[in-house]
């Protein structure tokens, strides 16, 4: 179906599209990657994340106009002594061409998942979040019609915000944190009539991601040095990898991988732990103690206790094939590094993009960085306090609020009410 294949990448077999998720076979535990049919980037005039249509998964185009913007920041640059620094910006400011109401790059997941999902039969998608994946989620349901359902931990449930809540998502909020989010999805999907929307599984939630690399690229004529963001999942990460090998396919941005700096919010690091100790699998004394060390991070949504690191094409691999480092950003860092871009720019960041300026300016300072080589910055989202006031957006109140460990049939019962 489409100008694609899915390929398996534990074995190179072509998986039937289905909406799938997974190769099926046993044994098999890796992730699916996109194969395109058109080897170049060629930009079509369709709107918003649509104009990359060729590196997406998808027959169908939703009208739109997020995208993410990348730009030269003069004073960001002048700052921290860069010549070739390129930021890519995926949230709402206008005065830069940014119009992403959720404010947040997850939209730029969300879009190809539901065109990909209706061109695949349609249905009622499940979404596991700490936050700004609901978020988005939840503002392309209230544009398009699509209906999802939303699972998030109760800290966040006032974070779901729309420019119109029309009753399209359905949210729930769970005693816990987001693995038990993700936890009770997966539950949900499990009672059928559901689909899951798959996580870093769902080649369209990756290679909608990597639009950031490829905005990048356009801006910058090449593929970058070094590509800096703050992971959660760190599907973020494996996406500029795959969208990065097909820029080089393409054979006119450059022929070497970009080197990844991914960033985790202190204390709590499993991968950044887990890549520094050299090791495959994240272990019990990376993971340390979510209960104590969840709570303390700036920046919540990067908290993902059961990340995609481990599996073929996940971020081991990724890291692996690109190099680079994984950096560890205290609470104080990415709180300064927000005091900077808030000096230089008109848009409030989100601690998650916080956090990724702050890696910038850890490798700057301690000389991981020069100054003439090529950097993307990936400011995964921002201006979302702007956006609620200037587009009268409102709050998403829970469906329900319940326990991680509520019995199936009370489950049940929840979703038909």
């Not at 921290?80 to 995926?90: K, S």
């Not at 992403?100 to 730029?108: H, L, R």
Request: aromatic share 6%.
């Amino acid at each position: 179906m489409g100008d694609y294949e899915l390929i398996c990448l534990d074995d190179g077999s072509v998986v039937e599209e289905r909406y799938t998720l997974s190769c099926g076979t046993p044994g098999h535990s890796g992730l699916l990657r996109t194969r395109y049919a058109s080897k170049t980037l060629d930009v079509k005039p369709h709107g918003g994340v649509f104009k990359f249509h060729d590196w997406l998964p998808v027959r169908s185009v939703i009208p739109t106009e997020s995208a993410p913007v990348a730009f030269r920041s003069e004073g960001l640059s002048k700052e921290l002594g860069l010549r070739n620094l390129t930021v890519a910006f995926t949230g709402y400011y206008p005065e830069r061409g940014a119009k992403v109401k959720s404010c947040t790059f997850k939209e730029m997941e969300a879009l190809p998942t539901y065109a990909r999902l209706a061109d695949c039969g349609g249905g009622t998608i499940v979404v596991a979040s700490a936050g700004n994946t609901a978020r988005a989620f939840a503002q392309i349901a209230s544009e398009t019609g699509n209906r999802c359902v939303i699972v998030v931990p109760r800290s966040a449930e006032d974070r779901i915000s729309v420019t119109e809540d029309n009753g399209n998502a359905k949210l729930l909020a769970v005693d816990g944190d987001y693995f038990d989010a993700i936890r009770t999805a997966d539950r949900i999907v499990a009672l059928g009539g559901y689909v899951s929307e798959g996580g870093a599984r769902n080649v369209a939630r990756r290679d909608g991601m990597g639009t950031v690399m490829l905005e990048g690229a356009l801006s910058m004529g090449r593929v970058p040095d070094r590509y800096f963001q703050a992971v959660g999942s760190g599907t973020g990460g494996i996406s500029a990898w795959e969208a990065s090998m097909r820029l080089i396919g393409d054979g006119r941005y450059g022929d070497r991988l970009p080197k990844l700096h991914l960033a985790q919010n202190a204390p709590f690091t499993p991968m950044a732990k887990a890549w520094n100790a050299g090791r495959r699998t994240i272990s019990d004394e990376d993971l340390g103690d979510p209960a104590r060390d969840i709570p303390q991070v700036y920046a919540d949504v990067l908290t993902n206790r059961k990340p995609p690191y481990s599996m073929a094409g996940g971020v081991f691999d990724a890291m692996t094939a690109c190099g680079g480092s994984f950096l560890e950003v205290t609470n104080d860092e990415a709180r300064s590094a927000e005091k900077l871009w808030m000096s230089i720019e008109n848009a409030r960041p989100d601690p998650a993009a916080s956090v990724a300026l702050a890696s910038l300016m850890k490798s700057v300072e301690d000389g991981s960085v020069s100054a003439d080589e090529h950097i993307l910055l990936n400011m995964t989202g921002g201006g979302l306090d702007r956006a609620r006031e200037e587009l009268s957006m409102v709050t998403v109140r829970p469906s329900a609020r319940i326990s991680p460990d509520i019995a199936e049939d009370e489950l049940r019962g929840v979703l038909d009410a």
